[in-house]
């Protein structure tokens, strides 16, 4: 079955310190790999985003992911995490469940907890 | 702030009662997309709206429905709520029906049903 799996439900890293969120999917061909965040109490924003092209993604905030084909991964990195990107992480992909349903399917999330 | 509103913010409600979630997409954005996010379920797409057509189908309930309206506002429509029903409603917009567009999140509404 197509999916995205978020294997870390929690993390917690100190103040500066690198940050590796994992996240890996499940689909006969290339999604469309995209991390959100979540702030307490609001919607999601959008990270950044892979279609196709270079597999090493930059987006807002300092953030990078990159897509590895051969391990089904799309893992986001912040090389120092700052207080402020507490918040919860989503993994999500779009996937096409026949004819012209396709739909954003998320993961279940990596809530990150950072340590002064 | 992503421009897109939701009214509520917050709604509590008994089981077996209609509520309608109301979402105002960024200007100029043509699609609505609804998520509902619970504890259980985590984040779930609902459905998508694209100038006024449904567009695509995710796991909404058939006691759930929603529509977009020709200002381009949606709403979504729970009726015989059930408690399980209780979960924060996104809503997103999205400037065309495109697989590569960025969705804009709302606030969200909070549902507890009683």
């Known amino acids: 079955a197509q999916s995205v799996t978020q294997p870390d439900i929690h993390i917690t890293v100190s103040e500066g310190a690198s940050l590796e969120l994992r996240c890996n999917y499940s689909y006969g061909a290339t999604p469309y790999l995209f991390w959100y965040v979540q702030s307490p109490g609001q919607g999601l924003q959008l990270l950044l985003k892979?279609?196709?092209?270079?597999?090493l993604v930059q987006g807002i905030k300092g953030f990078e992911a990159e897509f590895k084909r051969s391990q089904s991964s799309f893992n986001l990195r912040k090389p120092s995490v700052h207080w402020s990107d507490a918040a919860e992480y989503f993994c999500?992909?779009?996937?096409?469940?026949?004819?012209?349903?396709?739909?954003?399917?998320f993961g279940t999330g990596t809530l990150l907890a950072v340590q002064p | 702030d992503s421009g897109v509103t939701q009214t509520p913010k917050h709604l509590i409600t008994a089981t077996g009662q209609r509520v309608t979630l109301r979402c105002s997409p960024r200007s100029g954005d043509l699609s609505v997309y609804w998520y509902q996010q619970s504890l259980d379920q985590g984040l779930q797409f609902l459905i998508q709206?694209?100038?006024?057509?449904?567009?695509a189908k995710g796991n909404i309930l058939e006691r759930f429905s929603a529509q977009q309206f020709p200002d381009l506002h949606s709403e979504l429509n729970l009726s015989s709520l059930e408690l399980g029903d209780s979960a924060l409603y996104f809503c997103?917009?999205?400037?065309?029906?495109?697989?590569?567009?960025?969705?804009?999140f709302g606030p969200g509404t909070r549902l507890t049903v009683l």
């Open positions: 999500a992909g779009y996937m096409n469940y026949g004819g012209a349903t396709n739909k954003l399917i």
């Open positions: 709206y694209y100038n006024g057509e449904e567009r």
């Open positions: 892979y279609f196709s092209g270079d597999t």
């Open positions: 997103a917009s999205s400037p065309g029906a495109g697989l590569t567009d960025t969705q804009y």
